[in-house]
Every structure is written in C-alpha cells, then in structure tokens.
C-alpha cells in the first residue's frame, strides 16, 4: 500500500518510544499531546516540533512498525456538553411525540454525492444553499490532516454498499495553494480507499474569470479567490453543479414519507399516553 520506511536509528527509538505511549492510553491523542510527553519525558525542545510531526506523518503515511493513519487524532474545539436530561418519566414520555421518522436520502438518489471545499468559513455559505438537499458537507480548513483523510477514505467505503456511483465535488480558490489542497489530499485518500470515486473540481475553474468578470487578488496577482464571487455566481456553482447528480425531487418525496410515517408515530404516542 505504501513505499517502505526506514528511518535512521535515532528516529525509529523515538517513533517506537512514541507507539508505545500512545497505546498506553485508552483515549485517542493529538500529535501536541504526544510531543509533549517527548518534551516532559525525554527533554525535547519545542523548536523540535517539526521534526516530530515530520516523522510520525511519515510513520503514519507508511504504515511503519504498528503506526497508522489514525494513530493520532485531528482535534478540534468544541464543547462536550454534559449533565443534561429530562425533568420527569412524564416529560420522558411526552419527548417522543417530537421523535421524527428519516429516511435514507441516499436510497432515493442515482449516485451518492459529498461536497468539499476548500476553507472552514465557506460553511455557512455551503449549508444555506444546498441544506435542503440534504447532502455531506467537508471543509478541509487548508491541508487536511492525515486523520482526516483516512476517516475520509473510510466513509467512501462505506457508501460502496448503495451500488452507485460516488460524485465528489469540490470548490476552492483558484491559485497554486487551492490547486494543490484536493490534489494532495486525492494522493492519500485515493491510496487508502478501496472503492472508485469521482471528484470534479467545480470552481473556481479558469473559465469562471471571464464568464463572472473575478477581479484577481490584489495581494497576489493571477490568483482568484472564492470570496470573489457574488452571492447569485456562488449559488450557480454550488447549486448548478449539485443538481447535476443530485435530486432534490426526490428527497422531498422522501420527506413526504417522512412526515406521513412521523404523524403515525404520534398518534401511537398520545394513545399510549392515554392509555
């Protein structure tokens, strides 16, 4: 699956002192906080940091001596919210009149498709126009992480089940970096994915500068950014190309099916309740 990896003594101690550490642990650790045991513990420096990340992405990339992509975890911030629950069996009782019936969206479809794009702010944006259609949104926030793209390689897998093809359409900016992030990314997730996928770069593509009128980036010249475009240009992207694979058609006659299934569960709920 990989090229071999055979890093010089000093490095391989330190990457087997390292395994052992992170095995040690029954919770999933951060390459910041595996670092830090190698400053506690073994009196590494901090300007060291990125060597280390050099070789456990090598180790991880390489599958070397028990290492792999998911050995260290992509962590983010968010809150783990705790302690909360329902007042009363009663209020317990009555919280499933507000349970909901969904459907598998993927079923009604003829392929299975996931947008991707470039930067975490482009979220909001993604979400508003295509949260009807009831897709898989991922920002990559720059270069994905290597825990990233395996997780990513692992749930085009499990999409093989549905039999369709699986469509990936990414957007970005137009400039060497926004080129670079999904082909970078292809490199690995393609390797460690056993199932075919498609991915279209749909814009900003060269055709964009004169179809949309983009003024290049004043900060770097020749480069377009996806910022650059308007709201109605941004929503014929996203939208335009989505529909291409994609029916929203369907997925509200399944929300159709939903909402008849959901008014069935409820009646069963307050005769219980009466009962």
């Known amino acids: 699956m990989a090229n071999a990896y055979r890093p010089k003594p000093h490095v391989a101690e330190n990457l ?13 650790v951060t390459a910041r906080w595996l670092f830090y045991r190698l400053v506690q513990e073994r009196g590494f420096q901090k300007r060291q940091y990125k060597v280390f990340l050099k070789w456990t992405s090598n180790a991880r990339k390489r ?5 792999a992509p998911d050995a ?3 962590d983010t911030r968010q809150a783990h919210v705790r302690g909360h629950g329902y007042e009363s069996a ?27 794009f470039e930067a975490e702010a482009m979220y909001s944006q993604f979400n508003h126009y295509t949260g009807a259609y009831h897709v898989t949104l991922r920002p990559f ?15 085009i897998e499990a999409l093989a089940h549905y039999g369709k093809p699986i469509v990936i359409l990414y957007f970005g900016d137009l400039d060497t970096k926004g080129l670079e992030i999904p082909n970078n990314a292809l490199k690995d997730i393609r390797a460690w994915c056993s199932v075919p996928f498609t991915l279209i770069r749909c ?6 500068i004169s179809e949309f009128s983009l003024v290049e980036n004043p900060e770097k010249p020749g480069a377009y950014q996806w910022e650059a475009l308007n709201e109605s240009r941004a929503q014929q ?9 994609w029916s929203l058609g369907a997925v509200q006659r399944v929300e159709e099916e939903e909402e008849q299934a959901t008014q069935c569960w409820v009646r069963l ?5 009466r009962g």
């Open 72 to 74: 260290l975890a992509d």
């Open 90 to 116: 009663g209020a317990w009782m009555h919280s499933f009149k507000r349970e909901r019936c969904v459907f598998d969206k993927y079923a009604a479809q003829q392929n299975i498709v996931e947008l991707w």
């Open 203 to 208: 814009g900003i593509n060269k055709q964009h």
């Open 16 to 28: 087997d002192w390292c395994l052992k550490r992170v095995n040690a642990v029954p919770y999933r």
């Open 237 to 245: 992207l996203i939208i335009g190309n989505l529909e291409r694979f």
């Open 269 to 273: 709920i307050e005769n219980a309740l």
């Open 141 to 155: 926030k720059g270069d994905a992480s290597i825990d990233y793209k395996w997780r990513i390689a692992r749930d």
């Open 63 to 67: 599958f070397y001596n028990g290492w």
